[in-house]
Antibody
Framework: QVLLVQSGAEVTKPGASVRVSCKAS????????VHWVRQAPGQGLEWMGW????????NYAQKFQGRVTLTRDTSISTAYMDLSRLRSDDTAVYYC???????????????WGRGTLVTVSS | QSALTQPPSASGSPGQSVTISCTGT?????????VSWYQQHPGKAPKLMIY???KRPSGVPDRFSGSKSGNTASLTVSGLQAEDEADYYC??????????FGTGTKVTVL
């Protein structure tokens, strides 16, 4: 079964950093770009950026540049999202999502993790 | 990049059709055929329903269809069923390796 398995919920303080992991299961890790999408409580989906698991290349939404870092560890088929200088409005469910990797980009996500709730509170 | 604009809500009775619009610009929706639609039930991860404007993934009922004209894409759900009640989000490639989602539409089955 093809899955993206995310790490558990996090509670953290303003100004701190958080790391969320996303482990690929049931497929070749380098076969999908990994995107990160967040959803604040009662709000819509917000795209944050993507990483090419093969090359490590990344692209970030302008809003998050300087605060988000996407990395991967191919030896354990895991992608990571680090978000720094956290604020209360970063409280959200963070999803990783997979875009199949081919000669050309597809720009749709047919594989999703279950989400990780990150709560930022003093 | 700014979120694509969707109506906050839409509704229909069982068996009827509902159409959701998704308005962007020539830099996203109008510029590429990379419009996709996602269904999200409360507390669940989004699910891909339409990709590349009008293509359905395997397993998605043919009651779901997509289209695009200019800078506006649309999702139509025909023959509404109770399980179609959910939030729906459009999305589009936005150039320069960027991506954008719509504001979301809550579909209610009356």
């Amino acid at each position: 079964q093809v899955l993206l398995v995310q790490s558990g919920a996090e509670v953290t303080k303003p100004g701190a950093s958080v790391r969320v992991s996303c482990k690929a299961s049931g497929y070749t890790f380098t076969g999908y770009y990994v995107h990160w999408v967040r959803q604040a409580p009662g709000q819509g989906l917000e795209w944050m950026g993507w990483i090419n698991p093969n090359s490590g290349g990344t692209n970030y939404a302008q809003k998050f540049q300087g605060r988000v870092t996407l990395t991967r560890d191919t030896s354990i088929s895991t992608a990571y999202m680090d978000l720094s200088r956290l604020r209360s409005d970063d409280t959200a469910v963070y999803y990783c999502a997979g875009e199949a990797r081919a000669a050309t980009r597809f720009w749709f996500f047919d594989l999703w993790g279950r989400g990780t709730l990150v709560t930022v509170s003093s | 990049q700014s979120a694509l604009t969707q109506p906050p809500s839409a509704s229909g009775s069982p068996g009827q059709s509902v159409t959701i619009s998704c308005t962007g610009t020539s830099s996203d929706v109008g510029g590429y055929n990379y419009v996709s639609w996602y269904q999200q039930h409360p507390g669940k991860a989004p699910k891909l329903m339409i990709y590349e404007v009008n293509k359905r993934p395997s397993g998605v009922p043919d009651r779901f269809s997509g289209s695009k004209s200019g800078n506006t894409a649309s999702l139509t759900v025909s023959g509404l069923q109770a399980e179609d009640e959910a939030d729906y989000y459009c999305s589009s490639y936005a150039g320069s390796n960027n991506f954008v989602f719509g504001t979301g539409t809550k579909v209610t089955v009356l």
